[in-house]
């Protein structure tokens, strides 16, 4: 993941003092900030590469109407209140499609403030989902943020507060590809395996499933540190002992009927626990879905009339801007949020 970022916040700083007029010093993005917005309760600000003209303009309006639900989630799943941000939206990586990333510097609110999202023209859920990521990671306190733990962790954060808008991300299949080495009774001190990555999506898929809510889960992970496993959070979880985990979890993998085709293959985001961060209006969707199928049932209705029904329903789905978005101490390095095959690209020096 790329999460780079320099401190502009130190302490209760007026507004006008906290924001440069040109921008803040951001990880790699070098041209002129444009500034959009702050969000109403003034903790989000936002600016945008000029250049990328209406499209991206539109990502970072969105952002800021979006960015005070993203940071209500957050707070709650780690128990804790963040501080202040800026976020620019640009090509990162010459991409506007969302699959530049994201990126900021340290894990927390001081080091790690700037962060940076890849423009994604006419899908702001990505964009969000983006931000959420890296604003997870400053919520680690300087914990787990740079250990294949900590990533799995923010991938988690970003896919339940965004309804999994970064799916392209995937980790969980390639470990599978890759003969599933054991990182539950490791942690890998990188965020750019795969391997160590995917595995975690996994295990943190399987433990939401069974009741854990991503809450409990993140604020035991920052508890334990970066010298915490997976193993030793199953344990602390679920009273059995730790030396049990990895076993347990395989045999959970053999029972899956459909295998590991992604990194939710326990349907752990479905679970009541993770409804909370999602967008009111994906929630409300969904249950208007499931009212409909039932009622169909009791009414007799065919199958096709039941995919018909349901596909009525999807039709009134809100778009981003109908959705609430407006139409208008770890190590001080960059943190780059990459899906896979950019990653793997990165380290062949393509």
């Excluded at 740079?146 to 969980?172: K, P």
Aim: some cysteine.
């Amino acid at each position: 993941m790329s999460h780079p970022m320099t401190a502009t916040y130190a302490g209760d700083q007026p507004a006008a003092r906290r924001r440069h007029p040109t921008g803040p010093q951001w990880p790699s993005y070098k041209g002129t900030s444009q500034l959009v917005g702050t969000s109403s309760s003034g903790k989000v600000t936002v600016y945008v590469d000029p250049t990328l003209g209406a499209q991206g303009l539109q990502n970072a309006k969105d952002l800021v109407a979006d960015a005070d639900r993203v940071v209500s989630a957050n707070d709650t799943i780690f128990g804790t209140p963040g501080g202040p941000v800026n976020v620019i939206v640009f090509a990162l990586g010459g991409a506007t499609d969302g699959t530049g990333g994201a990126d900021h510097m340290g894990c927390d609110y001081t080091s790690g403030g700037n962060i940076e999202a890849c423009a994604s023209f006419g899908n702001s859920p990505r964009v969000s989902a983006l931000f959420e990521a890296e604003l997870s990671e400053c919520s680690m306190g300087g914990n787990l943020c740079g250990t294949s733990s900590g990533e799995a962790l923010s991938r988690w954060c970003a896919a339940v507060i965004s309804s999994n808008a970064l799916s392209d991300f995937t980790t969980a299949p390639q470990w599978v590809q890759d003969g599933m080495p054991n990182y539950v009774d490791q942690t890998d001190p990188t965020d750019q395996n795969a391997d160590s990555t995917g595995c975690g999506m996994a295990f943190l898929s399987w433990l939401m499933s069974q009741g854990y809510g991503l809450d409990a889960i993140a604020q035991g992970m920052v508890s334990l540190g970066d010298s915490g496993t997976l193993a030793q959070l199953y344990s602390n979880l679920t009273g059995n002992p730790a030396s049990t985990a990895w076993q347990a979890f395989q045999t959970a993998i053999q029972n899956l009927p459909n295998g590991i085709n992604n990194d939710d293959p326990f349907a752990g985001a479905a679970q009541p626990a993770q409804l909370a961060h999602l967008a009111p209006w994906t929630v409300a969707l969904a249950g208007k879905v499931f009212e409909t199928i039932l009622t169909d049932i009791a009414a007799g209705k065919t199958a096709s009339q039941l995919v018909a029904s349901v596909r009525s329903v999807l039709a009134t789905a809100p778009t981003s801007k109908a959705a609430g978005m407006s139409a208008a101490a770890c190590n001080i390095r960059s943190r780059r949020l990459l899906p896979p095959h950019k990653v793997q690209a990165q380290s062949a020096g393509i």
